[in-house]
């Protein structure tokens, strides 16, 4: 699932007072007035369950959650975004990444009801999705886009900007928060093959006081892979996660992602350690790929 923000403007001016639309001799110069900006986030309490979507032959309809966590009443837009993967797991919408390699879109395959709504506090809402067979075997995607749109009481009125800042601008800047989550269509059988490659061990830092393990995962079929990466030190039945990073996915765009993964507890000196990608996905519980950690 993607979260994401994007500002807008919504602006009020206030050039000067009313009594300098009147002709006056040689005004004094002042110094120029900062503008006042104010920055407002909308949309914080959106979330959306599942957090993906597969479609394949046994199933052509699903149920999509959107849910108002906040105080206040919101309204959303539904909407349907191509995106694409960038191999450190970075997801851009098409528009911003036009020349990146692409999977094919879902976009026409998928119908979808209601496009709009607004939900009051704690409030939810069914999204229904449904599919028809693509005409080609294959793994197709779009990503189902879910954007908090701003109450109609944002921005500044007139008299406000004035007040604010009578000799110069008043901005509101609105951040819009939205939420993607992918629909994946697959048509035929289902190559979903993965590799564990560069595991190694990271000295601690900001953000990792344990240190951290970074790993490249490869994707080996045709089909993208998704699942959990697991840091697992010890041998045996001593074996035990220090730590783990969920829902990590590889995308048919590319063919190997690279993740960094925080250990939750300290790694002893000399303790073997060892990534596991297992898989949360076609065959859910399956090991898709391991290795050792280097030092």
């Known amino acids: 699932m993607l979260r ?3 500002p807008i403007l919504a602006a009020a001016l206030a050039f000067g007072s009313a009594a300098a639309a009147q002709p006056q001799a040689a005004p004094a110069q002042t110094p120029p007035v900062a503008p006042v900006v104010t920055a407002t986030p909308t949309g914080a ?20 959650y959107v849910f108002n966590q906040g105080d206040a009443p ?33 976009m026409d395959l998928i119908q979808y009801t209601p496009r709009r709504v607004t939900l009051q506090p704690k409030e939810s809402q069914v ?14 995607r779009t990503h189902l886009t879910v954007t908090a749109l701003p109450p109609e009481t944002t921005g500044f009125t007139a008299e406000q900007a004035a007040e604010n800042n009578p000799n110069g601008v008043a901005l509101q800047i609105t951040a819009l928060f939205s939420v993607s989550i992918p629909l994946i269509v697959r048509e035929g059988p289902v190559d979903a093959r993965a590799a564990v490659e560069n ?7 900001d953000g990792a006081p344990n240190g951290a393990v970074a790993v490249d995962l490869v994707r080996l079929g ?18 035990h ?3 783990q990073v969920r829902g990590i996915a590889v995308y048919p ?4 992602r690279a993740v960094v993964a925080p250990l939750a507890v300290p790694v002893a000196a000399g303790e073997s350690v060892r990534v596991v990608y297992v898989d949360d996905d076609a065959n859910a519980g399956t090991v898709l790929g391991s290795a050792p950690a280097s030092r």
């Open 127 to 140: 999204i229904r999705v449904r599919v028809r067979p693509p005409e080609a075997p294959g793994e197709y």
């Open 45 to 64: 309490d959106l979330n959306i369950s599942p957090r993906r979507v597969t479609f394949d032959a046994t199933q052509r309809a699903a149920s999509v």
């Open 4 to 6: 994401s923000a994007a």
């Open 241 to 243: 996660v220090v730590g």
């Open 199 to 205: 595991a190694r061990l990271l000295p601690a830092a």
């Open 222 to 239: 045709a089909n993208s892979v998704y699942g959990d990466v697991q840091i697992r030190a010890g041998t045996g039945a001593d074996e």
């Open 74 to 106: 919101a309204t959303y837009t539904v909407e349907l975004v191509d995106r694409v993967m960038s191999s450190d797991g970075q997801i851009r919408s098409v528009a911003d990444a036009p020349d990146a390699p692409r999977s094919p879109s879902a």
């Open 253 to 256: 765009e590319i063919e190997r």
